[in-house]
T-cell receptor
């Protein structure tokens, strides 16, 4: 079983739509959680951290469900510029290493 | 702006060549990592380092080695390049336990072995 799993998609949504991605993790002792955005042929860039209480940054909301061991990313009012691959990253309590999901591809259609 | 710099964006090497990929960070980060990224497989950890002259194997270290002689520089070495090492290589750095900031990635090196 993989440490971190994501639905690869692709998700094709119209502009203005709301879309949500989930990411499940296997280690219940996981401590830190992040969402990254990766544009085609570019490096991943940090989008937002995920806190136990959930957090919001403009149109983006990230949430953590420890009981079910998943994190989520919600994008409201999708823009064409949101088209990218979204990666989740999970840090287990025992070390500095992050485990990444394989990414979820999003295309926002005009 | 903080940066992780990888020496080359694109490289083409021949089978059997020894290949050096360089990564330099200017953030005084203790942790540095080398990943490769392949379609459908995501990011896979090759090696990482928590301190100067320290290294640990990741999930796929075979065929690779690393060097960290200075805190800011972490080099990945392909001892004898093979075609199955054609990939996107990403270097990253972080504070210990990421301290809420996660990784900062370099812009990547797309290596083709022919």
């Amino acid at each position: 079983r993989k440490e971190v799993e994501q639905d690869p998609g692709p998700f094709n949504v119209p502009e203005g739509a709301t879309v949500a991605f989930n990411c499940t993790y296997s280690n219940s002792a996981s401590q830190s959680f992040f969402w990254y955005r990766q544009d085609c042929r570019k490096e991943p860039k940090l989008l937002m951290s995920v806190y136990s209480s959930g957090n919001e940054d403009g149109r983006f909301t990230a949430q953590l469900n420890r009981a079910s061991q998943y994190i989520s990313l919600l994008i409201r009012d999708s823009k064409l510029s949101d088209s990218a691959t979204y990666l989740c990253a999970v840090n287990f309590a025992t070390g500095n290493q992050f485990y990444f999901g394989t990414g979820t591809s999003l295309t926002v259609i005009p | 702006d903080v940066k992780v710099t990888q020496s080359s964006r694109y490289l083409v090497k021949r089978t059997g060549e020894k290949v050096f990929l360089e990564c330099v960070q200017d953030m005084d980060h203790e942790n540095m990592f080398w990943y490769r990224q392949d379609p459908g497989l995501g990011l896979r950890l090759i090696y990482f380092s928590y301190d100067v002259k320290m290294k640990e194997k990741g999930d796929i270290p075979e065929g690779y080695s690393v060097s960290r002689e200075k805190k800011e520089r972490f080099s990945l070495i392909l001892e004898s390049a093979s075609t199955n090492q054609t990939s996107m290589y990403l270097c990253a750095s972080s504070l210990p336990h990421a301290r809420g900031k996660g990784y900062t990635f370099g812009s990547g090196t797309r290596l083709t072995v022919v």
